[in-house]
């Protein structure tokens, strides 16, 4: 749980993870050096759950530097992603494990729903395809939601996260769905995504700037390809299109 600045949000985000019905966890909590009152928020639960650790960095680095930190300190067979904004149903451990164990899988994702700043639903779930591979994904642009990824690394090892300010968490899926072969997708709703007014994500033209650095300069794809895959990215953020999307 990477975190910067989130002393809003961060409490729901703990409890969440307190709240599973999978009993042996551990929460790596990186703090990209907060100057409101995160510390404050995090520090009873530190005092009173040893299975939530707190690292604070010692310079602003970004996201991707503060996930690299979390994972790099991960001792779990299975590595499960959430920012500090968003939650988690209490079940999703426990089902997406065995979810995983089922279908043999090394990386999957679920479905998830979209909540306001206050937590209250904006009725609007998205769910992953059934099987996502390397093409499908780029082809997509990330079909996955970043609060509902894990990841076996006992089967796929550790993970630097490329250092790009956004859309760090699509270039990570690209590098480990290139060991994984694909990404199994399950289709029940286990997340809570808190959509944000303002937020670099939230404003698509922000993006453009970032994805182009991610095919081009992070990927390595090459002019065309890079162009190509941006039209990808514009049509299906535009429409929608690809992406299976509904009403709850």
Sequence with gaps: MPTYNCGRFIEASIRSVIAQTVSEWELEIVDDCSTDDTYEVIR??????????YTRLDANGGPSVARTEAIRRARGRYVAFLDSDDIWLPEKLEKQIRFMEEKGASFSCTAYEQMDEAGNSLH?????????????????????????????????????????????????????????????????????????????????????????????????????????????????????????????
């Excluded at 009873?44 to 650790?53: D, F, K, L, R, V």
């Excluded at 970032?210 to 890079?226: A, M, N, P, T, V």
């Design 44 to 53: 009873p639960y530190i005092e009173e759950y040893p299975s939530i650790h």
């Design 124 to 248: 609007k779930v998205l769910i992953p395809p059934e099987k996502t591979d390397r093409g499908k994904m780029l082809r997509l642009s990330c079909p996955i939601g970043n609060l509902t990824v894990m990841y076996d690394q006992r089967a796929l090892g550790k993970y630097e996260v490329p250092l790009i300010k956004k859309r760090n968490d699509f270039a990570l899926w690209l590098r480990v769905v290139k060991d994984a072969g694909y990404c199994a997708g399950m289709p029940e709703v286990l997340a809570c995504y808190r959509v944000r007014e303002g937020s670099t994500s939230h404003n698509k033209l922000k993006l453009i700037k970032y994805q182009w650095e991610l095919y081009h300069d992070i990927e390595k794809l090459g002019l065309f390809r890079s162009c190509w895959y941006m039209c990808c990215w514009a049509v299906i953020k535009g429409t929608g299109l690809g992406l299976c999307v509904r009403e709850k």
